[in-house]
């Protein structure tokens, strides 16, 4: 059997996954799984570049983001769940391409500046500037081939090209150029009909949010507010509820549009409708979750485990570029 190519993907640990991270990422990851070595990073450094005063924060965001990729299907027998900050190589590496940046490249990142707007920053750490050069090393440490990505991150991979490249040229050395694998996953709005759906936003649903929760929330989600009466001809194009039935309702959402702009359905019962098929969606994901969270040395065991591995490797390819930059002695 062929080899597989490997995959590196993950996520920042500044708290629990929602809906967004889901239809975005992990719907395509539960698939990818399959066909593919499946690296996902709990990237506990990264979320230090914008979240170091709360460290609480990030440690117990390692856990729930592990459950929540293992209770959207992960199996932990294929795919393997590294905590960043345990892999020397990461570290390593980080320092050793930093060499191999200028700064005015990482200044000009169009990705990086956006965020530092998103975040106010006048003045960035250096931490916060250099992220890209530590997201190098993540995505080289274990070779990956493909890194699945939205078109806001292809920057970052092309930064990734530029290293990688330099390093070889410069030293001999083999290391994997990465492609990037865009993803066709929509991105989901906000309840509150924002373009983004955001932790720090307070218009989202969590995977692990119960059914009484995510009833409670679509009930409130944000509706064309031309609508009075549920006999009033609605607009569903700018309301965030109808944006949610063309993903989670695909069978049901012309015919809902058509009712909506006839009046023939209220808000009410179109939300309800939503809340039962977001629901259905979840409740497996709750019921794995609910195992793990009664099992978490368990977790902490996949982590470890995963991490132990990813150490083997990542030390295996510091070897190799220590050596071709004659770090020897
Ligand atoms: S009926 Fe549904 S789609 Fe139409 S405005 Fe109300 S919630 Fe939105």
């Known amino acids: 059997m062929a080899e597989q190519k490997r995959i590196l993907t993950g996520d920042r640990t500044?708290?629990?996954?929602?809906?967004?991270?889901?239809?975005?990422?992990?719907?395509?990851r539960v698939r990818l799984q399959h066909d593919y070595d499946t690296f996902i990073l709990m990237a506990d450094i990264q979320a230090?570049?914008?979240?170091?005063?709360?460290?609480?924060?990030?440690?117990?965001?390692?856990?729930?983001?592990?459950?929540?990729?293992?209770?959207?299907?992960?199996?932990?027998?294929?795919?393997?769940?590294?905590?960043?900050?345990?892999?020397?190589?990461?570290?390593?590496?980080?320092?050793?391409?930093?060499?191999?940046?200028?700064?005015?490249?990482?200044?000009?990142?169009?990705?990086?500046?956006t965020e530092a707007a998103n975040y106010g920053y006048n003045d960035m750490t250096y931490g916060f500037l250099g992220y890209p050069v530590s997201q190098t090393a993540d995505i080289t440490f274990c070779n990956a081939d493909l890194v699945p990505v939205g078109e806001d991150q292809l920057p970052h991979i092309e930064l990734t090209h530029k290293i990688v490249r330099r390093l070889n040229d410069l030293y001999g050395t083999n290391i994997t150029e990465p492609k990037a694998m865009l993803s066709s996953c929509s991105r989901l709005i906000g309840l509150d009909g924002n373009s983004k759906m955001g932790k720090s936003l307070g218009n989202a649903i969590y995977l692990s949010d119960t059914a009484e929760t995510v009833n409670e929330k679509v009930r409130l989600a944000v509706t064309d507010p031309s609508r009075i009466r549920a006999k009033d001809p609605?607009?569903?194009?700018?309301?965030?509820?109808?944006?949610?039935?063309?993903?989670?309702?695909?069978?049901?959402?012309?015919?809902?549009?058509?009712?909506?702009?006839?009046?023939?359905?209220?808000?009410?019962?179109?939300k309800r409708r939503l809340a039962e098929k977001l629901n259905e969606l979840l409740d497996p994901f709750r019921e794995r979750r609910a195992y793990y969270e009664a099992h978490k040395d368990l977790v902490k065991d996949i982590i470890n485990t995963g991490s132990e591995k990813a150490n083997r490797i990542g030390d295996e390819t510091v070897a190799k570029v220590k050596e071709a930059m004659s770090l020897k002695i």
Not at 14 to 28: A, D
Not at 238 to 267: L, M, P, Q
């Open 14 to 28: 500044t708290g629990k996954l929602h809906l967004g991270h889901y239809v975005g990422s992990l719907q395509n």
């Open 48 to 113: 230090l570049t914008t979240h170091f005063e709360n460290p609480a924060l990030i440690n117990g965001s390692i856990y729930d983001v592990a459950m929540d990729n293992l209770s959207v299907g992960l199996d932990p027998e294929k795919v393997t769940i590294v905590q960043q900050s345990q892999i020397k190589a990461i570290a390593e590496l980080t320092v050793f391409y930093s060499m191999l940046v200028s700064v005015n490249t990482l200044r000009h990142n169009p990705t990086i500046k």
């Open 234 to 270: 609605g607009h569903p194009d700018i309301c965030a509820v109808s944006t949610y039935h063309k993903v989670f309702n695909t069978e049901e959402y012309e015919d809902i549009c058509e009712r909506c702009k006839a009046g023939g359905i209220g808000c009410v019962a179109c």
